[in-house]
């Protein structure tokens, strides 16, 4: 059975926003381009899905745009070939190597995990809390970064019951980031 990953960026007063000032750094941007590269596949709501393709799907010309750094173009790579699962009741239709979710998406996620490979990546805010909420989510990274936002989206917020997690992994960057790897901790 595939893990279901979920990564993300957060503050540290728990602001889960892409404008909250966490934008990676080189030394970051190579932390999530491995993330990105050990997923078979991305599963993405709408708002996420449109997010990421907007900034990361490969333009028609064939050629990254200039505002891209070359330490970005490996993440770009990896997240443009990767196949995409996208949650959404308002789209007709996806493309960018993309199929739309419909139907009960527990059951979906849960037959995409029982396929064989090295894992699924979630991303976003809404989808994953109702992820965690069904228990679906096997690992979490939460990397977070030493700015208090002071408002916007929070990091699961919501969540009907707590998730008891525990630590597997920890790892410091230069900038004062930290990404936090937990796996939910067993029944007790």
């Known amino acids: 059975m595939r893990p279901l990953r979920y990564a993300i960026n957060v503050t540290l007063d728990g602001c ?33 899905y449109e997010m990421m393709e907007g900034a990361w799907r490969l333009p028609a010309s064939g050629v990254w745009p200039d505002w891209m750094d070359a330490w970005e173009v490996p ?14 009741s308002m789209l007709s239709a996806v493309d960018w190597n993309a199929e739309l979710i419909s139907g009960d998406v527990g059951e979906v996620v849960r037959a ?45 917020d919501g969540l ?9 992994d920890r790892r410091e960057f230069r900038s004062g980031a930290v990404a936090h790897v937990y796996r939910p901790a067993p029944a007790s």
């Not at 993440?75 to 959404?88: G, L, M, N, Q, T």
């Not at 979490?140 to 990091?155: K, Y």
């Not at 009907?160 to 597997?168: D, G, P």
């Open 16 to 48: 889960v926003h892409h404008e909250a000032g966490v934008a990676p750094d080189e030394e970051l941007m190579g932390f999530w381009t491995a993330e990105m590269q050990r997923a078979d596949a991305v599963i993405y709501g709408r708002t996420t």
């Open 75 to 88: 993440f770009a790579e990896a997240i443009d070939r990767v196949p995409k699962h996208v949650v959404s």
């Open 112 to 156: 995409l995990k029982e396929q064989p490979g090295e894992g699924l990546s979630v991303g976003g805010v809404t989808l994953p809390l109702a992820l965690a909420e069904l228990g679906l989510i096997d690992e979490f990274t939460f990397v977070v970064h030493p700015v208090i936002a002071g408002h916007g989206p929070r990091l699961l």
């Open 160 to 168: 009907s019951e707590r998730i008891r997690l525990e630590l597997v």
